[in-house]
Nanobody
Framework: QVQVVESGGGLVQAGGSLRLSCAAS????????MGWFRQAPGKEREFVAA????????TYADSVKGRFTISRDNAKNTMYLQMNSLKPEDTAVYYC??????????WGQGTQVTVSS
């Protein structure tokens, strides 16, 4: 099993920055891909960004390209999401996810990000 725990959420003004962290534990050698998703009130959960554990290949949702940066520190089994130029529409619960293949099998409890206008 793999456990993932998010941290770093909070309240920030529009235009500000936050950095989210996701710490993985357990059978971390099984992890191939880690990603961030978010869910705003009344909306479905959506993909934000992903990174492969070995090559560090990254993908982003169009809505966050150029503003968010995903990275990982394999030695610490930790993934990060640097969020800059935040907008009120970025307000959501952000979830960390990890998977041994192309699917995400392991999910965190989420961390709230609120961007005030």
């Amino acid at each position: 099993q793999v456990q993932v725990v998010e941290s770093g959420g909070g309240l920030v003004q529009a235009g500000g920055s936050l950095r989210l962290s996701c710490a993985a534990s357990g059978r971390t050698w099984r992890i191939y891909r880690m990603g961030w998703f978010r869910q705003a009130p009344g909306k479905e959960r959506e993909f934000v960004a992903a990174i492969t554990r070995s090559a560090g290949s990254t993908t982003y949702a169009d809505s966050v390209k150029g503003r968010f940066t995903i990275s990982r520190d394999n030695a610490k089994n930790t993934m990060y999401l640097q969020m800059n130029s935040l907008k009120p529409e970025d307000t959501a619960v952000y979830y960390c996810a990890a998977g041994a293949g192309n699917n995400y099998e392991y999910w965190g409890q989420g961390t709230q990000v609120t961007v005030s206008s």
